[in-house]
């Protein structure tokens, strides 16, 4: 199990890519792994057969343990038993790790593709327990995993479908017609209720926000926006800039880029919690939400303070791109000072957003929405944007975050083509 973050102690196995017997080139994606910091493609860091997988899909295991073993040499692939001397194994760790020392340990030949019925019930002690705790003898379930192991979701199929409970109905009493289903229950097994089960990286971001709630003490803020004069001006550039630099040109980068000034003049926003005191950074890593089918990843954008506007552009553009593609890398997500999430994305005008720890604030922008607002006395159609900040009040007073939303609305307002660092 790679190290996939600095803090990180442990990892999921979310899904294996290849299975026993499989042919792998170094550097091939072969297993999904998730941790609260990163869901990523792990490569193989070795060519060779895929040996044997230790650990299934849902267990966690300790960065470090062995998640399965590879046969590297020149046979491997190639014939399917080598002499028990010419082969060799290597343990799948990051691609940065040295080859273990001492000889390889020995191999049992791989499993048959149709295990007997005592392999097949082979059980994690997770999957134990919670067979137990429903009263579900394990031996009774065809199991879906690797070599036909009962994992957590044949269990928790099994009590979706009620094969664990369902008794026989008594003799001699005739079973009541079951009354038609209504149209807004209508389903072909008659169920009005699914139990629909959680990705690894779902119960990661549900760990992450729960701990993020008890740690400190969230305050929210709201201020508007009127950016009429940066939508006209992107709408003229978007065209031009994307055939100069290949990339297209959205509302993101402009705020990232006032908003690392900002942080510069309120480092307190830009800072972190400790027992013996609040430590001040005086760089900004501008962490960047990004939705992907699972769920949500903060990929971080390292010194965006020190970034040109087109670079900063790109930056974004590669990270975003690459999170929705799982192909971050763990230094890709980690060492975040302060997250940027554009909400307004999804159509929302307002959201209280839950601070990234251990940040100390986290900001939204929110759709543009054309408006009727008073300007100057008179009443005039305008674009306008709602931004949403959360900060940990521990550290953060509300005078603060108003100064530091309003220096943000201010440069956004007053926008103009000089405004941006090229």
Aim: hydrophobic share 40%; glycine share 8%; proline share 8%.
């Amino acid at each position: 199990m790679p190290q996939l973050g600095e803090s990180v102690t442990e990892g999921t196995v979310d899904k294996w890519l290849k299975h026993e017997g499989d042919f792998v080139k170094r550097d091939e994606p072969l297993v999904e792994v998730v941790t609260d910091k990163v869901n990523a493609e792990i490569p193989s860091p070795f060519e060779g057969k895929l040996l044997k997988i230790a650990v299934g899909e849902g267990e966690t295991v300790k960065v470090g343990s062995v998640i399965a073993q590879i046969e590297t040499g020149a046979a491997a692939g190639v014939t399917p038993a080598p002499a028990p001397a010419e082969q060799t194994t290597e343990k799948v760790a990051p691609a940065t790790s040295a080859a273990p020392k001492g000889g390889p340990a020995p191999i049992a030949a791989s499993p048959p593709a149709e295990p007997a019925n005592g392999e097949r019930a082979r059980l994690s002690p997770a999957v134990r327990k919670l067979a137990a705790e429903h009263g579900i003898d394990p031996t009774t379930l065809r199991g879906s995993g690797l070599g036909g192991r009962v994992t957590r979701d044949d269990v928790l199929a099994a009590l979706a479908g009620g094969t664990a409970t369902q008794e026989a109905p008594a003799p001699g009493k005739p079973e009541s017609p079951a009354p038609p289903p209504t149209p807004a229950a209508a389903r072909p097994d008659g169920k009005r209720e699914e139990l629909v089960k959680l990705s690894v990286m779902r119960k990661s971001i549900a760990e992450h926000m729960v701990r993020s709630l008890a740690t400190s003490p969230h305050a929210w803020t709201l201020q508007e926006v009127d950016v009429t004069t940066l939508v006209r001006y992107r709408e003229a550039e978007k065209d031009s800039f994307k055939s100069r630099h290949g990339v297209a040109l959205t509302y993101l980068p402009f705020v990232a880029q006032i908003v690392c000034q900002a942080l510069k003049e309120f480092p307190w926003l830009n800072s972190t919690w400790s027992d013996d005191g609040v430590i001040l950074k005086h760089y900004v890593n501008l962490g960047i939400a990004v939705s992907i089918p699972d769920g949500l990843i903060v990929p971080v954008v390292k010194d965006a303070d020190q970034l040109g506007f087109t670079d900063l552009v790109r930056v974004l553009n590669d990270l975003v791109e690459r999170a929705r593609n799982k192909q971050l890398k763990p230094d890709d997500v980690q060492g975040g000072t302060f997250t940027l999430n554009n909400t307004g994305a999804t159509g929302s005008i307002a959201s209280q957003p839950i601070i990234n720890q251990p940040q100390a604030a986290i900001l939204t922008t929110e759709s543009i929405v054309k408006r009727a607002v008073v300007v100057d006395d008179a009443i005039a159609i305008r674009h306008m944007m709602n931004m949403c900040l959360s900060f940990d009040h521990r550290i953060i007073d509300g005078m603060m975050a108003g100064q530091f939303l309003n220096t943000v609305k201010k440069r956004l307002e007053e926008w103009t083509a000089g405004s941006i660092r090229l």
